[in-house]
C-alpha cells in the first residue's frame, strides 16, 4: 500500500521563522513532535509531493529534510522518502526583503546541498493550452521571454506586431478585445471569451471607466457593505426575515 502526501506549508515553520535572518534559517527545524498524528503519518509515506519549490528558500528543503531523518532515523535524502518537486524557475523565486540578486540566487534550491542528488525531467507539452499551431507558438514565445532568449542589448523585449494594437491607446485595446461593445443586448458568452488583463489596480480603474462609458446603456452604481448597522428598524426586519431562512 502506497501512502501519498501533498505536501503543504502547514508542517513548515512559519514565515517569520524563515525571516529572522540567515543565521536561524539554517538551524530551524518544522515543529513535529515525535508520536503526533503527523510524525505517525509520515512514517507510513512513501511519497512527498511538493509544488512550486523554486519559490521555496533552500532552508526549508533542508529542514524538511533533516527532520524526515531525524523523526524516521533513516540517514539518507529525507529519509528514503519519494520527494517529487515540481516548479518553473522562470516564475517568482525566494522571496529575500531588500536582497540582492546574488542573495536571491543564493537562497534558491538550485543552491542546496541536495541539488545534485534531484534528477530532472523537463515537460515540453502545456496540456491546459489547445494545440493549435497559432498558440503553441504563442507560448514558445512566452517560454523564450521567460528564458531571456528575445531580450535585446537595450534590455527590452520585442512585441510581434500582431500583437500591438493600431495606436496603442486604451481605446484600442478595447476595440480589440470587445469589438461590438457598442452594441446592446451582447451574450453573456461575449464577455465570458473576453479579458483584459493589468498590472496596477490604478489602470484597471481607468480601463472599466472606459468600457463602462462604451456601454449603450445607462448605468447603474451597486455599492458594498463591510458592515450593516442594526440600530436601523429596516435593517432589523431583514435580519429576521434571513434568520427565518
Not at 502545456?126 to 532568449?149: C, F, P, V, Y
Not at 472599466?208 to 452604481?221: D, G, K, M, R, W
Request: glycine content about 4%; proline content about 5%.
Amino acid at each position: 500500500m502506497c501512502c501519498i502526501l501533498w505536501y503543504t506549508l502547514t508542517i513548515l515553520p512559519s514565515t517569520v521563522d524563515f525571516l529572522d535572518g540567515v543565521e536561524n534559517r539554517k538551524s530551524v527545524l518544522p515543529r513535529i513532535h515525535r508520536g503526533s498524528d503527523l510524525h505517525q503519518l509520515l512514517e507510513q509515506t512513501d511519497l512527498i509531493i511538493w509544488d512550486e519549490v523554486p519559490m521555496q528558500h533552500k532552508h526549508a528543503t533542508d529542514a524538511v529534510d533533516r527532520t524526515l531523518q531525524d523523526l524516521r532515523k533513516v540517514l539518507r535524502p529525507f529519509s528514503g522518502i519519494t520527494i517529487l518537486f515540481s516548479g518553473d524557475f522562470r516564475q517568482t523565486l525566494p522571496v529575500i526583503p531588500r536582497g540582492t540578486r546574488e542573495q536571491t540566487i543564493a537562497a534558491s534550491i538550485r543552491r542546496s546541498a541536495l541539488w545534485p542528488r534531484i534528477k530532472l525531467y523537463h515537460l515540453h507539452r502545456n496540456e491546459r493550452l489547445d494545440q493549435s499551431s497559432k498558440n503553441i507558438a504563442h507560448a514558445a514565445w512566452l517560454l523564450d521571454i521567460g528564458a531571456g532568449t528575445t531580450v535585446n542589448d537595450a534590455g527590452t523585449v520585442q512585441i510581434p506586431q500582431q500583437m500591438l494594437c493600431n495606436d496603442n491607446s486604451i481605446q484600442s485595446l478595447i476595440a480589440a478585445t470587445y469589438p461590438g461593445i457598442h452594441h446592446p443586448n451582447q451574450p453573456d458568452q461575449y464577455y465570458l471569451d473576453r479579458t483584459i488583463l493589468s498590472c496596477t489596480n490604478d489602470n484597471v480603474d481607468d480601463i472599466n471607466s472606459h468600457i463602462l462609458a462604451a456601454f449603450p446603456t445607462q448605468h447603474h452604481v451597486f455599492h458594498s457593505a463591510d458592515s450593516l448597522d442594526f440600530t436601523d428598524q429596516q435593517l432589523n426586519n431583514y435580519q429576521h426575515i434571513h434568520q427565518s431562512i
